[in-house]
């Protein structure tokens, strides 16, 4: 049965809305960290490219690095966060954890395709 959302009156149909779990691996946010403040040093050097009023080509090939270091980094998280709910799941599954990998490896490469 489905817990009622007090924003939606007493309607037992109505479920209260997905809360998202905290990406816990230490390593796993470290190197999203790196990730974000590389495209954050990037972003700077596209501001200071533009007040020094660099050529807009070279301008739009920065933004694109930019974009798609970000992209990188979103399915990074994306795929660090379903290995941990996944690997919370199957924790007591004797084999299961260790099948994952492989799985979310391709699910990353399949994902960094989309960009």
Do not use: W
Request: aromatic share 2%; with cysteine.
């Amino acid at each position: 049965m489905a817990l009622s959302n007090p924003s939606h009156g007493d309607d037992p149909q109505v479920v209260p809305p997905c809360t998202m779990a905290v990406l816990n691996d230490e390593k796993s946010r470290t190197d999203l960290l790196h990730r974000l403040r590389r495209a954050e040093g990037q972003l700077r050097g596209i501001q200071r490219m533009i007040e020094d009023g660099e050529d807009c080509l070279s301008i739009a090939g920065q933004m694109s690095a930019v974009r798609k270091a970000l992209d990188s980094a979103y399915v990074r998280m994306t795929v660090c966060f379903m290995e941990q709910e996944l690997g919370a799941k199957l924790a007591d599954k004797r084999g299961a954890r260790a099948d994952l990998g492989p799985m979310l490896e391709s699910m990353e490469a399949l994902l960094g395709k989309i960009r």
